[in-house]
């Protein structure tokens, strides 16, 4: 099994700390996600409508012309290598390592950069595979670049693929209205930015004809009926999406500022989660957690003097007093 944040049944047992004692900043997922509404009877009761106005919401929302919602944008990066041949798949050495293991599980073979892709990988790959921004670095690829490595590979029948999980807060820097593009694919998820991880919905937007290949691979009925009633209206629901940017982005500051008021200073950051590279990254997420507090670690960062570096998710309101009061502690532990 790979390591994900969020493990917080493993962390309760290894630590003897009740799971409802934790404050878990591992996931970088919105800690004030979108509220849920009373949902129908007959959500439950029934199949799944698939033209409930979803994939026009998406389509909306992304500025795509074409989507297929999926089961999280898990469900669509560990079926894409299924559609192709064995080829050279480029990608980050540190970055969300699912990626990784699904086209190695396919049959594909992976040649890994550490953190642009050169002249020469580009040349080399039939598939470059990137999250934007990236997880957990946060590096940023602009939309000319993308779409520069992505001219150069659909000339030779060649794939780019762009996971933009954590791209909602932003969505200036997104490539999505590309999609329209043979060769173009770009992942998309409620899971982050709306804070609606367990509905596990996502969307792989694409030209058609790949997105009925995908259909037919994942079958009808991906989604349940709550989930899909829940994500068009957050979909939808531009007031709250605009309050959220600004409330995340002053949010993502703050917590910077916290981070390097106690030496921790984020190498860069999202909306949602900042980055740090530290030599102690194993000391630190132990102290943590013995404060009934759970981070992301990273205990081989590729490409990093550190080595080893922590993922700090934002704290919900009430955390931030706890978060401050854990380092502090962890600061007065490396004085003495």
Not at 134 to 159: D, I, M
Not at 280 to 303: K, M, N, T, V, Y
Request: hydrophobic share 45%; charged share 20%; aromatic share 10%.
């Amino acid at each position: 099994m790979l390591e994900h944040g969020g493990n917080l049944a493993a962390a309760a047992k290894q630590y003897d700390i009740p799971l409802e004692n934790w404050l878990d900043l591992s996931t970088g997922i919105n800690p004030d996600g979108y509220p849920i509404v009373d949902i129908p009877a007959a959500a439950w009761q029934k199949l799944p409508l698939e033209d409930d106005g979803l994939i026009e919401a998406a389509c909306a929302h992304y500025g795509s012309q074409f989507a297929l919602p999926t089961a999280g944008s898990q469900a669509a990066l560990q079926v894409l290598p299924q559609l192709r041949a064995a080829s050279k798949v480029a990608m980050p050495k540190f970055m969300y390592q699912e990626h990784a293991n699904a086209w190695q599980a396919n049959g594909h073979e992976v040649i890994k950069f550490d953190f642009f892709p050169d002249e020469k990988i580009i040349e080399q790959a039939d598939v470059l595979l990137l999250c934007n921004p990236n997880n957990p670095t946060a590096t940023k690829f602009s939309v000319s670049e993308l779409l520069s490595w992505h001219a150069a590979l659909a000339a030779r029948g060649g794939w780019l693929i762009v996971d933009e999980a954590f791209m909602d807060a932003t969505p200036e820097r997104s490539i999505a209205k590309y999609t329209h593009l043979e060769g173009l694919f770009v992942l998309r998820s409620l899971g982050k930015f709306f804070g609606l991880a367990g509905a596990r919905v996502g969307f792989l937007l694409a030209e058609t004809h790949i997105l009925k290949q995908m259909q037919e691979a994942i079958g009808p009925w991906s989604i349940t009926g709550p989930s899909r009633l829940i994500a068009k209206q957050a979909l939808l629901d531009i007031t709250w999406q605009e309050k959220a940017r600004v409330q995340l982005a002053e949010n993502s500051r703050k917590l910077a500022i916290l981070l390097t008021k106690y030496n921790l200073t984020p190498m860069s950051g999202t909306a949602l989660f900042q980055f740090v590279p530290t030599k102690e990254a194993q000391a630190l997420q132990q102290h943590l957690a013995q404060q009934g507090i759970w981070i992301r670690l990273f205990s081989d960062a590729p490409g990093l003097s550190a080595r080893t570096a922590v993922r700090f998710g934002l704290p919900p309101e009430d955390g931030w007093e706890r978060l401050e009061s854990a380092l502090n502690l962890w600061q007065n532990r490396l004085i003495t």
